[in-house]
């Protein structure tokens, strides 16, 4: 459980930000015994961010957190709840929303690890799983809930007995994120059923007009810590961009997983659809992709997640839903497959990997359709890509395998549809641990039979660019 937060907190001393060696944890007023968890979860040194926020916050007062990614938030607002917790112990003491289900999950396993010693209990609710199991766990009063704000609004409003009429903290986490994923009428639900008299901390990348409002709205008398006000990528982070046709994308894409093989990969496409034919694209040639996207019940998202962090599947084919606060360490490369349309979010995609101090790789690419959005990143991160260097003929010897692994993709695509219209509700076959991507085997194995080989057999080809995945 250490490891996540571990490597958030290991990049923090590489965000850019000079962190002076002398102040500890014990410094800035942390307890001993938050002290210890600290020394266990093998952070060392408070983040810049942390150093700035814990003296306010353990003063009890509103924080403004403006910080990047990766720069050590969730102890910056985990370490004064807890230790707040442990003066007044309470049920139902704090609430943390943030903008999707896997940041959820990963902020509980920070809150679990930091008091692990006191016994502290959380609930994560989120949508895609059973409202009457979150139930039963709010039910139990939990110290910390952690919630994406629909779920946590149904709740509110449809679970009898359970409100937040006690709770002295509530964090707000990528507030940005969360107002721009149209979250604001489900904050303004919340803000009016909680306590006013409570501690509030917001924490976001951008100081948008919406959060300014937010701010307004929900804080008393804040005080504002920034960290770095220049959106910037770490140093060791080498960042190329590839200028092809898009009808040969796909081919590039393979070419370059076939190139960089032995290294785990984050592809991000902008579409759930296309997430989940990638993966199937790749899969057909051998290579181990897992798909990671909105449309994926929770437990298959969660299921994707955990088998790339074990190192089971070496390329992770997902959405932004994976672009902003997961601590996955080992990423070497980065392909952004479909260019983002916000240029912020190429900082966040990016910075899956180069964390912790290690080196990492960037591949962005940017079609005849995609210019545009290209100039606005470079303008935004102050400096220009490189050009990945590319051997066209070589790439186009590719061109029938990727074009039959195409097909077969379509067809496995509409199988999937088609399965999901006959299935009936809650009779997913494996729904809690297979992807769909995985399902799809029964249609490749009919098209290997009319081939003429044996049912899932690879080609010649594919099973060297297998081996070497």
């Known amino acids: 459980m250490a490891a996540p937060a571990e490597d958030e907190q290991a990049n923090n001393t590489n965000s850019g930000a000079e962190i002076t060696e002398k102040v500890t944890f014990r410094s800035l007023g942390v307890t001993d015994v938050l002290c210890e968890a600290c020394d266990q979860l093998g952070w060392k040194t408070p983040s810049k961010i942390q150093q700035e926020s814990l003296p306010l916050a353990l003063q009890g007062k509103d924080v403004i957190g403006l910080a990047e990614t990766g720069s050590g938030k969730t102890g910056a607002f985990a370490i004064p709840i807890i230790q707040a917790l442990l003066e007044n112990p309470q049920r139902l003491f704090g609430l943390i929303l943030t903008p999707t289900r896997e940041l959820a999950f990963q902020i509980s396993e920070q809150f679990e690890a930091l008091g692990s010693s006191i016994g502290i209990k959380c609930a994560v609710i989120v949508g895609g799983i059973d409202m009457m199991t979150q139930a039963i766990h ?53 803000l009016k059923v909680i306590p006013r008299d409570r501690h509030t901390y917001l924490f976001s990348a951008t100081m948008t007009k919406k959060v300014a409002k937010l701010q ?93 962090k074990s190192k089971t599947r070496s390329i992770l084919v997902a959405t932004d839903v994976a672009s902003r606060g997961l601590d996955i360490p080992h990423v070497d490369v980065v392909l952004n497959f479909d260019i983002p349309t916000h240029s912020k ?15 990492g790789k960037a ?107």
């Open 216 to 308: 307004r709205a929900s804080l008393q008398d804040p005080v504002k810590v920034e960290v770095s006000t220049k959106y910037q990528t770490v140093e060791k982070l080498q960042q190329h961009y590839i200028f092809i046709p898009t009808k040969y994308k796909d081919c590039y894409l393979v070419s370059i997983l076939n190139e960089l093989a032995g290294n785990s990969f984050m592809i991000f496409c902008s579409t759930c659809n296309n997430t989940t034919r990638v993966a199937l694209m790749l899969r057909n040639l051998g290579l181990n992709a897992i798909p990671l996207h909105g449309q994926m019940g929770q437990n298959k998202r969660l299921g994707s997640l955990n088998k790339f």
């Open 345 to 359: 979010d190429y900082i966040h995609r990016v910075g899956r990997t180069a964390r912790a101090g290690r080196s």
């Open 363 to 469: 591949i962005t690419f940017v079609t005849q359709y995609d210019v545009e959005l290209y100039q606005r990143i470079e303008y935004l991160i102050g400096k220009q890509l490189t050009l990945y260097p590319s051997e066209e003929q070589e790439v186009m010897l590719l061109m029938e395998r990727v074009s039959e692994a195409q097909r077969i993709a379509k067809m496995e695509l509409r199988d999937m549809e088609d399965n999901k219209k006959k299935r009936p509700a809650g009779g997913a076959k494996n729904a809690d641990d297979a992807d769909d991507t995985e399902d799809a085997l029964g249609v490749r194995k009919k098209v290997k039979k009319s081939h003429g080989g044996k049912p899932g057999q690879k080609s010649q080809g594919n099973r060297k660019m297998s081996k070497r995945h």
């Open 138 to 190: 709010l039910a139990k009063k939990p110290h910390v809930v952690i919630a994406t704000p629909g779920r946590l609004v149904d709740h509110l409003e449809n679970t009898k007995g359970f409100n937040l009429r006690a709770l002295k903290y509530l964090v707000m986490d990528e507030a940005d994120r969360i107002l721009n994923m149209d979250f604001e009428a489900e904050v303004d639900k919340i």
